[in-house]
């Protein structure tokens, strides 16, 4: 608990205290997340006990979609297929950087894990930075790790993955 300090990300504070919910909510970057969480009705599961690691991805992630993807997923007769993308950004356990950094060593670089969703994702280091991998190849950064919540941690990715 002592190296869970309080992170700004979105210009507001991460209270390690407070649940991913709860501080998402507050963040300016992630206000399309939280809107899909709602459409997908996942608001209860992740203020539940986990602990979940959820990559988080900002605005301008989502922004990089096709135009109209997001309008699109959040109607809700596509719940099921958004709740498989958000699914997809989570993994049960606290996997904060140093833990995801030890995957990636015994991995021999790459780090192998599945998601919530079921499907694997890949996490890499390459220039003291993480890296994800989704089924479909596409690439997003970590750009910031170790968001400590008390049912969790967040890390910030610049990029939204997808599963096959």
Partial sequence: MANEKTVEVGGAPMYPSK?????????QDHTTLVAAVKAAGLVETLQGKGPFTVFAPTNAAFAK???GTVDDLVKPENKSMLTKILT???IAGKWDRKELMKSIKKGKGTATL???????????EKDEKLWLKDEKGSIAQITTTDVYQSNGIIHVIDT???PK
């Fill in 114 to 124: 599945v998601t919530v969703e079921g499907s694997t994702i890949w996490i890499m």
């Fill in 19 to 27: 649940n991913i919910i709860e501080n998402a909510m507050n963040s």
């Fill in 160 to 162: 939204v993955v997808m």
């Fill in 88 to 90: 997809y950004h989570v």
């Fill in 65 to 67: 979609l096709p135009a």
